[in-house]
């Protein structure tokens, strides 16, 4: 039963473990903030969402500043 218990632990290690390494290895391309204010690149979530191109491959990042979006 422990050895059992130990090779689950191992395989949800190495699966958590290559998340991580997957994540880390593929760069942002692109930072895009939104802000209400209008101190970011978009004042609304949807503008910014509707800004990234159909054929993009790459990671854009949506920063979205603190406030109520509606």
């Given at each position: 039963m422990k050895f059992l218990l130990y090779v689950i632990?191992?395989?949800l290690t190495?699966?958590?473990l290559r998340?991580?390494?997957i994540a880390t290895a593929v760069p942002v391309?692109?930072?895009m903030v939104v802000d209400l204010e209008g101190h970011?690149?978009?004042k609304s979530v949807q503008k910014a969402i509707d800004s990234i191109p159909?054929?993009?491959q790459g990671w854009i990042k949506i920063y979205i500043k603190a406030g109520i979006y509606r």
């Open positions: 632990f191992l395989l190495s699966l958590l998340v991580s390494i391309m692109k930072t970011g690149d978009f159909n054929e993009n």
